[in-house]
């Protein structure tokens, strides 16, 4: 039974990676469009998918009292990460922005010591230190800021989904149901994006409107899928497969869209996927 669940598992995890990929995939595609048109686009078929999910559900949509701090952090950083994460998706090669937003489990670690008081051990510290080395061959620094900014804002998205990750995490524990999670981050960052759709519109053709819908039926699937892979198993036994979706989106950036990643990158995500195939291990032995 446990090898069945842990199969599941890694099954859903596998989609939810394929899921996030494709997101990135059919943003790009979407074209020369603002960065917040794409984000809301995304964000309003989360909303609608979030929203089936309660109502099939039958169960009352309650937050608490002493949750809406939290879930209000959730959203905050959540659509940091999301709107940096498509800026740099537009800017950079779609698997380097993949692979700096994959940095989001190494700022978990810091700032889980700030927000839910657990201290990493000295393992975590290292492996952290070296994912973040990992980083610098994918920004490559080079003086000029104008090259490393969208680097830099990819980076930022890491951060951003991080903190959300914390914050789901503590919410989480007490007790507050995924789909009402995924139904305020999405609800709240509409909300944030709408006034720049409204002022700053671009026209959409037809392709456009599809590529962005399917962003958001990908991202949907992608936030789904993850949610039920740690339900059938937990993150010491699959996390690591979560890294799939860095070879997803290079396999699509090479094959639609030309995008070969430059050397400097490829061993900054050999280093990155190296500890996290590291602490991954460690992390079930111990358990």
């Not at 995924?178 to 509409?190: G, N, Y």
Request: glycine share 8%; hydrophobic share 55%; proline share 3%.
């Amino acid at each position: 039974m446990k090898t069945s669940n842990s199969i599941k598992g890694i099954i859903f995890i596998l989609l939810a990676a394929l899921g996030f990929s494709l997101m990135t995939f059919f943003v790009r595609l979407s074209g020369d469009l603002p960065t917040m048109q794409k984000a809301f686009f995304r964000n309003s078929v989360a909303l609608v998918v979030a929203t089936v999910a309660i109502i099939r559900s039958h169960e009352k949509f309650v937050i608490g009292k002493g949750n809406r701090f939290d879930i209000f952090m959730r959203s905050l950083f959540g659509t940091i990460g999301l709107i940096s994460n498509f800026y740099a998706v537009d800017r950079l090669g779609i698997a380097d922005a993949n692979m700096l937003n994959k940095l989001s489990p190494f700022f978990a670690i810091l700032l889980s010591m700030i927000i839910l008081k657990e201290i990493p051990n000295r393992f975590d510290i290292i492996t952290t230190i070296i994912a973040f080395i990992g980083a610098l061959f994918i920004i490559r620094p080079t003086g000029s800021f104008t090259a490393v900014f969208p680097a830099l804002v990819g980076l930022l998205g890491g951060f951003g989904a991080g903190t959300a990750y914390v914050f789901v995490r503590k919410l989480g524990k007490k007790g507050v149901k995924t789909p009402i999670i995924v139904f305020c981050f999405s609800l709240f960052s509409s909300l944030v994006t709408l006034p720049y759709l409204i002022l700053d519109y671009t026209p959409m053709s037809l392709k456009q409107c599809l590529c962005l819908l399917m962003a958001g039926a990908a991202a949907s699937l992608g936030q789904f899928s993850i949610t039920l892979a740690y339900k059938h198993a937990p993150a010491k036994e699959i996390s690591v497969f979560d890294y799939t979706q860095v070879i997803f989106a290079a396999l699509l950036g090479i094959i639609f869209l030309r995008e070969i990643p430059e050397a400097l990158s490829i061993v900054g995500y050999v280093i990155i996927i190296c500890v996290a195939i590291i602490r991954w291990n460690r992390n079930r032995k111990i358990d």
